[in-house]
């Protein structure tokens, strides 16, 4: 797959680094939505009780 066809779907950036949910990021763009949804997966994961609450998620949420 020739990632010279490719840009990144938040900034237009043509250095693409990953896929994310089939769409293209690049390395920026990609940690930013990477973390969102690692922060999102936890703080589900935290709502139906399989991670304790003592792991304070949302402090991180925002930034
Ligand atoms: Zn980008």
Do not use: F, W
Request: hydrophobic share 35%.
């Amino acid at each position: 797959m020739p990632n010279t066809m490719l840009k990144c779907s938040a900034c237009g950036s043509t250095r693409v680094a990953v896929l994310i949910n089939g769409k293209p990021y690049c390395t920026y763009c990609g940690s930013k939505i990477l973390r969102t949804h690692l922060i999102r997966t936890l703080i589900n994961m935290q709502r139906e009780g399989l991670i304790t609450s003592t792991i304070k998620i949302e402090e991180y949420a925002d930034s």
